[in-house]
């Protein structure tokens, strides 16, 4: 059966897991985080590839690229969740089912963070699970990917590598053509 590819895109801040407020992150870093993510990916079948970045155009890059690149998209755009447009706009040309993550419980915390722009594109919105939220998630999209008929979906040429995100440069300096840089090919 065909290892069906997920992509896992972290925004703002979340590089910062392990720093921030333990109360609403716990004290998981990033690089603990997708290793765990992985695992749960490697167990229900899924070929895991990661990404974050803290500048939005980089995000949205990335959304741009991912049609043909992943079947399924699992978001933590962090702040941007609730008022980019930009992302929720390249999230509908992504064009692929995604599920959106948030470690806290975003609905108990500041009326701000309690909106999100991008959840009615999503197949799912979980929040509030700390990690084992991205477990939802895979379990989610394999349910789903699996009842919608694409468990014909072709494998990926290569195993995804665990960490393949790169740092991306500041927002005026122009985002290399290089596929190698966010592991997604240009147009």
């Known amino acids: 059966m065909a290892r ?3 992509a896992v895109v972290h925004g703002v801040n979340l590089d910062q897991l392990g720093r921030r407020d333990p109360r609403h992150y716990g004290r998981v870093t990033l690089r603990e985080l997708e290793r765990r ?4 990916a490697e ?3 899924f070929a895991s590839r990661f990404f974050h970045t803290n500048h939005e155009g980089a ?3 990335y959304l741009h690229r991912a049609e043909g690149l992943v079947d399924a998209l699992i ?3 962090g702040a941007w969740t609730h ?3 930009a992302i929720r706009d390249a999230l509908e040309l992504a064009g692929v ?3 959106e993550v948030h470690l806290s419980d975003v609905s108990q915390r500041e009326e701000w963070r309690r909106r999100s722009v991008i959840s009615d594109l999503c197949v ?3 929040a509030g699970r700390g990690p084992d939220g991205y477990r939802d998630a895979l379990e989610l999209l394999r349910g789903r990917l699996g009842s919608a008929g694409h468990a014909d979906v072709a494998p990926a040429d290569q195993p995804a590598p665990a960490d393949d995100r790169s740092v991306q440069p500041p927002p005026s300096v122009p985002l290399p053509d290089d596929p190698s840089a966010t592991d997604v090919p240009s147009s």
């Open 4 to 6: 069906l590819r997920v």
């Open 37 to 40: 993510i992985q695992a749960w």
């Open 43 to 45: 167990e229900l079948g």
């Open 59 to 61: 995000f949205v890059e």
């Open 75 to 77: 978001l933590n755009p």
């Open 83 to 85: 008022y980019s447009w």
């Open 97 to 99: 089912p995604a599920v």
């Open 124 to 126: 799912g919105t979980i």
